[in-house]
């Protein structure tokens, strides 16, 4: 079955009427489309992709921020047999020409005039099979000498009636190129199949009720597999989708979409843990004591339902209260309706998961790969284990092999490497498992625990182990560290490079009469290096001696996308960090 006709038709005959889809275009307030009007959309898109001699089989790359296009052009391209090539809207003119050429995409959708102007580079070389540019913003200024045609004008003069191609379900979809923490990216095959059996096994593990009803807020990169799933998952349940085009707009978003369901990466659940329990700390002593009473009466109910025992009544009543007084308010900064939130990408600490559970939001933790189709485990609504990364879902097998590597076979496992055979023979055991790269262990009630990136995992002069992932983890669920990279192979000890929240420490600043020049002097200020210094000491007290950080650098200026340092889903790419910033590690030592 094609995944665009498990999505498009099955919602247009059920119901046509209701709202699919939200947007919001510059100036404007956010716009719904309703099944019928996006199916249209999305039909006359493939006719126009057809007119343009897209094939079955062909590549179409999308080069775009999230928007309304990206999600039509992307079904669009599915419906008519084509495979979708998502491309990070901060890759590089160098990064997005590699995957044009590799995937030998003949059509591309762009977002933006730096994504335009990159695309007409790639298209003048001879190299590539790049044909056309579709423009989805009128503002971008396009040069029709170079095939460029504006995505409205392109479908303005095609029906939008359209037959969707038949698919089996093991004919590729898409392909995702991996974001390259190591090496160079790959392109994952991922398909039709791949992606509803994923779906189905979801809808059995959650039984949701009432799942047409939800509201899901897109601020993730669309280009990265775990948004894209995601919201494809709730189009394939007849939920709404809002599309965020820039993620930094995400606090303003919430409050106007009031979205009840998410997903999102750690770093912003860590950002609201860390900022609730400041402003609780900077509070007087009776709100103070009403917070603790609160998440100590969140905690006790959150316990009893994840174990499925009864509230009793006396305490049904405490909740409300502390509902009113404390958790409605923390609620409301995420809009007031959202309950359900998919975490990817990295661990979570166990502290924050209890703390959002205390307040009645549900984040599942889960655990996946682009190889995977995103998850292979997650937090169920009950029986789950804090500090885990939850339980493998229907149609997937999870096991343990040498160096305790995670290895996963079923539903969501991709197909290969497009044109790659080595690479993909190098990530499958003999007897057909999936290598994941992560180190982990089961439970005896099947939990699974991510213990490391097999290939992160330290090792000091001394012999010792370190998992850096745990111990970041742990710094940066502070107010005041933004970034850290912990450095130890090799070494005699830990060290690490530390980018400040500067917003707090803005504020640190101020409190203590510091005057503010600039950050590259405030970051070796002796008081602010003896401050950080002790609020490590504190964050690491229960660590192990050979795990505690013995020195570390502050940075000036956060890792960012555009150098290279993080990609796009904020992962730091460690090997980029430590040889750009060796003189500085160096010095440590």
């Known amino acids: 079955m094609n995944l665009a006709e498990a999505i498009i038709q099955k919602n247009i005959e059920k119901h046509p009427l209701k709202s699919a889809i939200g947007f919001k275009k510059k100036n404007e307030g956010w716009k719904e489309l309703s099944w019928k009007k996006f199916g249209e959309i999305v039909f006359k898109t493939a006719n126009a992709l057809k007119e343009a001699g897209i094939k079955e089989d062909d590549k179409v790359a999308i080069y775009s921020d999230n928007s309304s296009e990206w999600m039509i052009f992307d079904l669009a391209a599915m419906s008519l047999g084509a495979v979708t090539v998502p491309i990070y809207s901060t890759n590089n003119a160098e990064q997005a020409e590699y995957i ?10 762009v977002g933006d005039q730096a994504q335009y102007d990159a695309s007409v580079e790639i298209l003048q070389k001879n190299d590539n099979n790049l044909e056309t540019i579709i423009v989805s913003k009128k503002a971008v200024w396009i040069k029709k000498e170079f095939n460029s045609f504006y995505l409205e004008d392109f479908i303005a003069k095609v029906s939008p009636e359209a037959e969707i191609y ?101 770093r912003f659940f860590q950002k609201i843990y860390a900022g609730v329990l400041e402003k609780a700390e900077e509070g007087s002593s009776l709100k103070k004591k009403i917070f603790d009473w609160a998440l100590e009466t969140g905690w006790e109910t959150a316990e009893l339902r994840r174990n499925e025992k009864p509230v009793p009544f006396g305490l049904k009543i405490k909740e409300k209260i502390a509902e009113a007084l404390v958790f409605s308010k923390i609620k409301e900064r995420m ?137 970041e983890n742990l710094l940066t669920n502070n107010n005041f560290i933004q970034q850290i990279v912990l450095i130890a192979e090799g070494r005699q000890f830990a060290s690490a490079l530390i980018v400040p929240n500067f917003e707090f420490l803005h504020d640190f600043l101020k409190k203590n009469n510091i005057p503010f020049t600039n950050w590259e002097e405030i970051v070796k200020n002796e008081k ?46 460690r090997n980029v960090v430590l040889k750009k910033y060796a003189d500085l590690i160096d010095a440590m030592y």
């Open 100 to 109: 044009i050429c590799d995937s030998e995409a003949k059509i591309i959708l």
């Open 166 to 266: 038949k698919k089996e379900l093991d004919d590729v979809a898409t392909l995702i190129y991996t974001s390259g923490t190591t090496g160079t990216p790959k392109g994952v095959m991922l398909t039709h199949g791949n992606f509803i059996k994923a779906f189905d096994a979801h809808f059995e593990f959650f039984k949701f009720k009432n799942f047409e009803e939800e509201l899901s807020l897109a601020f993730l990169p669309l280009s990265h597999v775990f948004e894209r799933s995601w919201s494809l998952l709730c189009l394939y349940g007849g939920a709404r989708v809002y599309f965020l085009e820039d993620p930094k707009n995400i606090a303003k978003a919430l409050e106007e979409v009031k979205p009840t369901m998410m997903c999102a990466v750690p």
């Open 335 to 471: 809009g007031g309706r959202l309950w359900f939130l998919p975490c990817g990408g990295a661990s979570l600490s166990p502290e924050v998961t209890r703390f959002f559970e205390s307040v009645g939001i549900h984040v599942t933790v889960g655990y996946g790969l682009t190889e995977t189709t995103a998850t292979l485990t997650l937090f169920p609504f009950t029986h789950f284990e804090h500090g885990t990364s939850g339980k493998a879902l229907p149609g997937v097998e999870i096991r343990i092999g040498a160096d305790n590597e995670i290895q996963a076979r079923g539903n969501g496992i991709m197909k290969g490497y497009y044109n790659n055979p080595e690479e993909t023979q190098k990530v499958f055991t003999e007897d057909g498992w999936f290598k994941t790269g992560d180190a982990g262990k089961i439970d005896e009630n099947g939990n699974l625990t991510i213990t490391d990136r097999l290939k992160d995992l330290m090792k000091t002069s001394n012999g010792k182990y370190i998992a850096p992932q745990q111990i």
């Open 528 to 573: 602010v290096n003896d401050f950080y210094k002790q609020k490590i000491k504190e964050l690491q007290e229960h660590l192990s001696e050979f795990e505690k950080i013995k020195k570390f650098t502050l940075m000036p200026a956060e890792f960012e996308i555009n150098t290279g340092e993080i990609t796009p889903t904020l992962k730091v790419k």
